[in-house]
């Protein structure tokens, strides 16, 4: 999608799933018989990794998981009884089909599975999704899809190329999947505040989990195993945590892109790089669009503040609290959900699994991409404190993934960026 998309184009052309060419590829085809078995491989089995696992065995009669893949052997020790345990018969998994390094995704992906759930950390995402688009797997990926644009473009290509091959291609934006909110943006995006002139976007909170160095642990895995305080695996808060806030300001705006940004951020609490490695701990991001419309977003991860996770919205007709109370404020015109709330994890691979039943691929690749660049433009703004547009940032030179992983190998945690010193790139 492009800066000329308009919201109501996104609700006429913009449905959840994608129709998929008559000419299938050889799964799709046979999917429609609802006996067929369909195999779950699952690379990444943390906390997100084996909830996306249990939800994809409760979302189908007939699936199994079949493949386990992770870097750490004790996680999957930990993981798979739990696993093991809710999905009973549906779990499959055998010492054989269990794989542990680097290359694991790579065996899970070609022992056979039909879907792939991929919840590594997003450094990772790019080159596990290419590997399962060029397999014919369908993939499940969690948010965000990269750390870096170079990663966001590769996405937006295996995006495209997953359409061509017919085959499922769903992010965890879990919030597109959640009723409540998906009646309040219907009745956004179909004109009941107007034009939207302003936003206020929030994802205040306090630290996340981290885990003491070990003895015997290199740099590599020291930062593997905190992965979220490192900007080259989870590509900082903004990017790793809030984006799905951002993610909502884009729902809002029916996919339009902004224009540029500006903004800042900064460490004020994490200030030992062997416990908060090398990420920002608070961001404040103005983005504006063509039309005049701006989104304020702010985030934080500092202990003992005031918790904020919330989306409002000033439009022409009225106002909207889109995120927790699911409300329009508009006069006459005001509304407020009535109806249930429903689980959005297990919605989302309810809505996969039933798509690749009736071999109508679910895709929402692109979307999921452009708006994890949309927090890394914020991301990019706060660390040079200059005013960036979406495109130069879509198009940054800046790559943060190394080539090579080694155990052995050193692994320096780099200073922390210093706005008016950091260079875009």
Known sequence: MNNQSTRRNFVKTGSTLTAGALLASPYIANAAKDDKIIKIGLVGIGGRGSGAAAQAMNADPNV??????????????????????????????????????????????????????????????????????????????????????????????LAKRAKEKNLSFMSGFCWRHHQPKKDVFGRILDGALGDINAMYSTYNGGEV?????????????????NWNAHLW????????????????????????????????????????????????????????????????HFSRQQNGTAGSYELELLGKKGSCSAKNRHMIDAGENSWRYRGENNDMYQSEHDELFESIRKGKPFNDGERAAHSTMVAILGRM????????????????????????????????VPNPPVPGVTRFS
């Open 64 to 157: 199994a998981l079949t493949a386990i893949g992770d870097l750490f052997e004790d996680r999957i020790k930990l993981r798979s009884r739990i696993l093991k345990a809710r999905g009973r018969d549906k779990y499959q998994v055998t010492d054989d089909t269990t794989f542990i390094g680097f290359d694991a995704y790579k065996k899970v992906i070609d022992s056979g599975v039909d879907v792939v759930i991929l919840t590594t950390p997003p450094a990772f995402r790019p080159q596990h999704l290419e590997y399962a688009i060029k397999k014919g797997v369908h993939c499940f990926f969690e948010k965000p899809v990269a750390v870096d644009a170079e990663g966001v473009r590769k996405v937006i290509e």
């Open 209 to 225: 989990w981290k885990k003491k160095r070990e003895e015997g642990w290199g740099d590599l895995e020291a930062q593997m195993r």
């Open 233 to 296: 695996l989870s590509g900082d808060s903004i990017v790793e945590q809030a984006v799905h806030c951002i993610d909502m300001m884009q729902w809002a705006m029916g996919e339009t892109l902004p224009t540029h940004a500006e903004g800042s951020g900064g460490r004020q609490v994490y200030n030992d790089p062997d416990k908060y490695g090398n990420i920002y701990d608070h961001f404040a991001i103005a983005y504006q669009w063509e039309n005049g419309a701006r989104g304020y």
């Open 381 to 412: 703004v706060a660390y040079t404190g200059q005013k960036i547009t979406y495109d130069d940032a879509l198009n940054s030179k800046e790559t943060l993934v190394p080539e090579n992983f080694d155990w052995e190998m050193e692994l320096a």
